[in-house]
């Protein structure tokens, strides 16, 4: 006799012949029990690879960060260098998200753009403001160094630190880099940083190693250098650079930008005079200092 067959308990798993369950219906059954299948993964891992690598998405989001607050290439070494919490994660971003041609590496650097940008508007400084610039460097210490050897050259380099930069930093100047013998150096001030040389000037008097009394000359001109992360850059920067080179024997060399900003009366208070530098007849145009700019070599007491 045939029995009917009965209704399954709902309680109990429903048994099924694996010999007469179609792929769609496993597809089905796997997706309704929670796990997504394999192809979908791989559909969602290329659907991101895509995107994520796309040149116009990339081009899209770099034109956006253009339209946002800040350095719209912050995330380069330059625009990274320095303290603070942007940069350092940025730097961190970098090393993370190694491709530079990547959707998510952008969207990364964009949040943290906006981020030192609003750092920068709390802490109210101006991206590019009138500074000082104080370039220096020691005459005749190349030569010096190649005969005394490297033991007198670190010597002699750590007391000229001792003495010169005490007083600029004293006075607020910031340091923003040393270069062998030399430094650069940003002051709000233009009367503040003259002060400030001066003050290097005489305490390197007392510097002597192996014989060799470094000679420091300085070039100090006024502008708007392009602040970037905890460089400054830009044509007032090479102007700095260009002056201080006018002092071929030492001295002190200031720009006219720079000397129509103190006072006559701190002048005098300084003891010092600024007189005009005459080109050389024939000497060759300076590269990268404007024809119309005038030098004056400070003479003090």
Same mark, same amino acid.
């Given at each position: 006799?045939?029995?009917?067959?009965? +209704?399954?308990?709902?309680?109990?798993?429903?048994? $099924?012949?694996?010999?007469?369950?179609? /792929?769609?219906?496993?597809?089905?059954?796997? %997706? %309704?029990?929670?796990?997504?299948? &394999?192809?979908?993964?791989?559909?969602?891992?290329?659907?991101?690879?895509?995107?994520?690598?796309?040149?116009?998405?990339?081009?899209?989001?770099?034109?956006?960060?253009?339209?946002?607050?800040?350095? *719209?290439?912050?995330?380069?070494?330059?625009? %990274?260098?320095?303290?603070?919490? /942007? @940069?350092?994660? &940025?730097?961190? $971003?970098?090393?993370?998200?190694?491709?530079?041609?990547?959707?998510?590496?952008?969207?990364?650097?964009?949040?943290?753009?906006?981020?030192?940008?609003?750092?920068? =508007?709390?802490? @109210?400084?101006?991206?590019? *403001?009138?500074?000082?610039?104080?370039?220096? +460097?020691? #005459?005749?210490?190349?030569?010096?160094?190649?005969?005394?050897?490297?033991?007198?050259?670190?010597?002699?380099?750590?007391?000229?630190?001792?003495?010169?930069?005490?007083?600029?930093? +004293?006075?607020?100047?910031? !340091?923003?880099?040393?270069?062998?013998?030399?430094?650069?150096?940003?002051?709000?001030?233009?009367?503040?940083?003259?002060? =400030?040389?001066?003050?290097?000037?005489?305490?390197?008097?007392?510097?002597? #190693?192996?014989?060799?009394?470094?000679?420091?000359?300085?070039? !100090?001109? %006024?502008?708007? *250098?392009?602040?970037?992360?905890?460089?400054?850059?830009?044509?007032?920067?090479?102007?700095?650079?260009?002056?201080?080179?006018?002092?071929?024997?030492?001295?002190?060399? !200031?720009?006219?930008?720079?000397?129509?900003?103190?006072?006559?009366?701190?002048?005098?208070?300084?003891?010092?005079?600024?007189?005009?530098?005459?080109?050389?007849?024939?000497?060759?145009?300076?590269?990268?200092? *404007?024809?119309?700019? &005038? !030098?004056?070599?400070?003479?003090?007491?």
């Amino acid at each position: 006799m045939e029995l009917a067959p009965r +209704d399954p308990d709902p309680g109990e798993p429903l048994q $099924t012949d694996p010999e007469l369950v179609t /792929p769609a219906a496993a597809a089905a059954s796997a %997706t %309704t029990s929670g796990r997504r299948p &394999a192809a979908s993964l791989n559909n969602a891992a290329h659907w991101w690879r895509t995107t994520n690598h796309s040149p116009g998405v990339v081009a899209f989001i770099r034109r956006a960060r253009r339209l946002l607050p800040g350095d *719209p290439d912050f995330g380069d070494p330059l625009s %990274t260098a320095g303290d603070g919490g /942007p @940069r350092a994660a &940025a730097r961190a $971003t970098d090393r993370l998200l190694g491709d530079r041609d990547a959707a998510s590496r952008e969207v990364s650097l964009t949040v943290l753009q906006v981020w030192q940008a609003l750092s920068e =508007a709390v802490a @109210r400084r101006p991206a590019n *403001p009138e500074v000082t610039l104080v370039f220096t +460097d020691l #005459v005749g210490f190349s030569t010096w160094s190649l005969q005394a050897g490297d033991d007198a050259t670190l010597t002699l380099l750590r007391q000229v630190a001792r003495a010169v930069e005490p007083p600029l930093l +004293d006075a607020g100047g910031h !340091i923003v880099k040393r270069m062998g013998d030399g430094i650069m150096a940003v002051f709000r001030n233009p009367t503040v940083a003259v002060q =400030a040389v001066l003050a290097a000037k005489a305490a390197l008097k007392d510097v002597e #190693v192996a014989g060799y009394r470094p000679r420091m000359r300085v070039g !100090i001109h %006024t502008g708007h *250098p392009q602040r970037l992360a905890a460089d400054w850059l830009g044509v007032d920067v090479n102007i700095a650079a260009r002056v201080m080179e006018r002092a071929t024997k030492g001295g002190i060399m !200031i720009s006219g930008q720079t000397l129509d900003l103190i006072p006559q009366s701190e002048l005098d208070a300084m003891g010092a005079v600024a007189k005009r530098a005459r080109k050389p007849v024939f000497s060759a145009k300076v590269p990268g200092l *404007p024809a119309d700019l &005038a !030098i004056y070599r400070l003479e003090y007491s």
